[in-house]
């Protein structure tokens, strides 16, 4: 008869403390209010309805980028700044460009989608979820917010 083998008690105590540690690191911390203030939305050129975005009581902007534009790089680091000043100000970043594409991804599902010519490209939602600007009007618009959060520093 061949003697049984069992699992020493050490191993099945170092198990269950590797499962626990595991399964405790894979939980994600409460966002910080920068953290909910400004949001990357890693789409990787996939539709979106932006709309949907959008953040009741808060202006939100939605930012479409591609890391590829020196122009998004550059709007993105202000985006930021002002997003961690502006408690009623919303950032969304859209990536327009899928993973194997090099360069700026025009031919996206999500820069065909909004017909996507020029970036950094801007949409301006109102608190209230509708629309108020978009393209050059919504650059313009937040241009002047860039300003005034400079002014204020």
Not at 90 to 108: A, T
Not at 135 to 146: C, E
Request: with cysteine.
């Amino acid at each position: 008869m061949a003697a049984r083998k069992t699992t020493p008690p050490i191993c099945l105590l170092l198990f269950a403390m590797c499962a626990l540690f595991c399964q405790s690191c894979g939980r994600e911390s409460p966002p910080t209010d920068y953290q909910r203030a400004y949001a990357k939305a890693i789409l990787h050129g996939k539709r979106c309805n932006i709309r949907n975005l959008a953040v009741a009581g808060k202006t939100t902007i939605v930012e479409f980028y591609s890391k590829y534009s020196a122009p998004s790089v550059q709007l993105s680091l202000q985006l930021e700044a002002l997003a961690k000043k502006r408690t009623d100000i919303q950032v969304v970043r859209l990536d327009i460009n899928r993973p194997e594409v090099q360069g700026i991804d025009w031919k996206s599902p999500l820069a065909a989608q909004y017909n996507l010519k020029a970036l950094p490209y801007l949409v301006v939602y109102d608190g209230e979820g509708q629309q108020m600007l978009a393209g050059d009007p919504a650059y313009r618009h937040v241009a002047a917010m860039l300003t005034d959060n400079r002014q204020a520093d």
